[in-house]
């Protein structure tokens, strides 16, 4: 069964019923159906109305609530800020590499499920890439997205300055959010194959000459509502699941 993790602009489903979970971080509300002939989860890590900004999120509990209830893999679905200035707005976007080299939550902590000293299961992510090759395949084929590039997790909530995008553009950057970046790593320590689909929805602070007009920016959110909620009637997972392509070295 495929997750599907959504963000900005999208946080129901009218096909889709609550479903609570209670995991040892904390109640999570999962939304669940069927979509496309086939069973699906769909998590909203804002929650209606935008409740909870990036650093109120609780990531450990939300993946944790994913995989008690059954997920064989995870799809976050993230609108994103561009630092490619060659690149257009209002498109789903490829993601070929993450990079988020501070591995740290919102609060500061360590982005890890392995919280408690001599837990059962505890353990070191050896991750030749964070995403899932053969899921990026499924919706890359779907999506057709170009360009193709590395989503970098910026910590938030503020936005970035202009010194700060030209240091993400410097490492390779080439578009951002706030919240990809644990979620992947988060469900790769649960061994759950994951990917990222992001949409393009303005450029980041100092790529253009001008900021990104607001009613622009409001008209690509709802274009990517309309791409995410197609991903989630497409996108199929073959008979025998994604596989797994990571190793976590465990001590017990």
Not at 220 to 233: A, H, T
Request: aromatic share 8%; with cysteine; proline share 4%.
């Amino acid at each position: 069964m495929l997750a599907f993790i959504t963000g900005s602009g999208f946080y129901e489903h009218d096909e889709l019923e609550t479903l609570n979970v209670s995991t040892s971080f904390g109640e999570v509300a999962l939304l669940k159906g069927v979509i496309g002939g086939r069973e699906i989860l769909m998590l909203s890590r804002h929650g209606s109305g935008h409740k909870q900004l990036p650093h109120h999120i609780n990531h450990r509990a939300n993946l944790a609530a994913l995989k008690q209830a059954g997920v064989t893999a995870v799809i976050s679905c993230s609108v994103c800020g561009i630092l490619n200035a060659d690149w257009d707005l209002g498109t789903p976007l490829g993601t070929n590499d993450i990079y988020f080299p501070e591995n740290r939550l919102g609060d500061g902590s360590a982005c890890s499920m392995f919280t408690t000293p001599g837990e059962t299961g505890r353990g070191h992510l050896l991750a030749g890439s964070l995403l899932n090759s053969e899921l990026g395949v499924a919706i890359q084929k779907l999506s057709q997205a170009t360009p193709q590039g590395v989503y970098g997790q910026v910590l938030g909530p503020r936005f970035n300055t202009k010194s700060e995008i030209k240091s993400l553009q410097a490492s390779g950057v080439e578009f951002i959010s706030q919240t990809c970046g644990p979620e992947a790593v988060l469900a790769n320590e649960l061994e759950l194959p994951y990917a990222l689909s992001a949409f393009g929805i303005d450029y980041a602070n100092g790529v253009s000459n001008t900021p990104t007009p607001l009613e622009i920016l409001q008209g690509n959110l709802e274009k990517s509502k309309s791409w995410f909620m197609r991903l989630m009637e497409n996108l199929q997972e073959p008979e025998k699941g994604f596989s797994f392509e990571n190793f976590i070295y465990r001590f017990d």
